[in-house]
């Protein structure tokens, strides 16, 4: 949608696996011709700069991606979360979401995404300290769609907490 409507936002992205192992991935910025790349063994750069260690803050210190339907009907307490953080960003692509989780501008991101959507992410950023889960706290399973939690590690706890919460109530 983002490539057809707006001609802005959308990435080229891959992801290497070995085993079903997360090795490397790259996401690539077409618009703005930048490539974020890193993995195991591997730091993580935008083209030929290496990015910094993300930092692992609170929740409310850090701007948070959302996926819009979820937020505006606060599944699973999504909206909520969204006001825990210092604000919210919808930008329609996981692929620049997750670069701009990469380069430092959102702490993370919730949304339904397919497997491609978060394998490049998944290589990359779980490499570099970021939590990938379902809600419920089970690990992703790259054959099947579903809603994605992707963090830094204290903004993952509280999202998972609030997330449980809102389960039990």
């Known amino acids: 949608m983002n490539f ?13 696996y070995v085993d079903g192992k997360p090795v490397y991935g790259a ?21 030929d700069t290496r990015l910094p260690a993300l930092a692992d803050e609170p929740l409310a210190a850090g701007l948070i991606g959302l996926n819009g339907p979820m937020h505006a009907h606060n599944r699973l307490a999504v909206a909520d979360i969204g006001m825990a953080s210092s604000g919210v960003r919808m930008i329609g692509s996981a692929g620049m979401t997750f670069a701009d989780i990469a380069q430092g501008a959102l702490i993370g991101y919730i949304s339904y995404l397919q497997p491609w959507d978060v394998a490049a992410a998944l290589a990359i950023l779980g490499h570099a300290g970021v939590i990938f889960s379902r809600p419920d706290g089970s690990q992703l399973d790259l054959l099947t769609p579903g809603i994605v939690v992707a963090a830094t590690p204290q903004a993952h706890q509280t999202i998972m907490t609030m997330m449980n919460d809102a389960a039990t109530n």
Do not use: L, P
Not at 4 to 14: G, L, Q, R, T
Not at 27 to 47: L, P, S
């Open 4 to 16: 057809v409507k707006e001609h802005n936002y959308f990435a080229i992205m891959i992801g290497v």
């Open 27 to 47: 996401i690539m910025d077409v618009m703005h011709d930048t490539i974020i790349a890193g993995g195991h063994g591997f730091a993580m750069r935008a083209n």
